[in-house]
């Protein structure tokens, strides 16, 4: 969030002293993109008007969807504004938007080891094995995470959408493994699944410390990217 409060700094020093649409738009970005982030890094509590969900175990896990809700859509505010996105792109901006975050990401400063580092506790929890009582959609030897987020959840319009979507019915339906997925990918992946309705820790069918920490990773690692694009941005304004 320092990065980028330092950044939305350096935007309005170099304002230009007749108003600018173009200069507004690249405040308004950052801007909108911090005051979201503010939200989500402190946000502590939800609070439910009966005492079944405040005691829940779910709590928490609805906690940190919205968490995570906050965070893609500080990242939305970058990615989505062409003033913001064009100081690393020769030629025309992509106008889809897995392509447009692809950008904020290419950007960000995240190294081959930063990436490993933070997809792995994705790649871990999508492998990991359920044993359902009935799973009619498909006849696999083992239901994994990912499989059923697939077959169960997601629904049928959604699936094999986009790139992610190809990535991860290749994984599902192809035999490709988890590993396969890269970073930005997954994220847009849980991006799509909690919007689309495919992901709440039930969908995991364990318990829910499990959802928990996949989507705490997700959204720790969609923070760090906002920062590592935001000190790249400071440079090239």
Not at 31 to 48: C, E, N, P, Q, V
Not at 139 to 166: E, S
Request: charge should be positive; charged fraction near 20%.
């Amino acid at each position: 969030m320092q990065k980028l409060g330092k950044c939305s700094k350096r935007a309005v020093a170099i304002a230009p002293t007749s108003p600018s649409a173009r200069h507004a738009e690249l405040q308004i970005g950052l801007g909108t993109a911090g005051d979201w982030l503010a939200w989500a890094s402190r946000l502590r509590s939800l609070d439910f008007s009966t005492a079944v969900k405040r005691g829940s175990s779910r709590a928490k896990s609805i906690l940190e969807s919205t968490r995570f809700t906050y965070t893609w859509t500080a990242a939305n505010a970058l990615f989505s504004r062409d003033q913001v996105i064009k100081h690393f792109q020769t030629g025309s901006l992509p106008s889809g938007e897995f392509d447009r975050f692809l950008l904020l990401y290419r950007n960000s400063g995240i190294s081959t080891a930063d990436e490993a580092r933070l997809v792995a506790p994705l790649h871990a929890t999508l492998d990991l094995i359920r044993h359902p009582n009935a799973f009619p959609w498909a006849t696999i030897p083992n239901v994994r995470i990912i499989d059923l987020i697939y077959y169960k959840y997601t629904p049928d319009a959604y699936k094999g959408l986009g790139r992610p979507g190809r990535a991860i019915k290749d994984v599902v339906l192809n035999g490709d493994p988890v590993t396969s997925l890269k970073l930005p990918s997954l994220l847009y992946a849980s991006r799509n699944w909690t919007f689309h309705g495919s992901l709440v820790d039930s969908s995991f069918r364990g318990s829910p410390q499990q959802y928990q920490f996949y989507i705490t990773a997700v959204t720790k690692a969609l923070a760090e990217i906002i920062g590592g694009y935001a000190v790249a941005l400071e440079s090239a304004l």
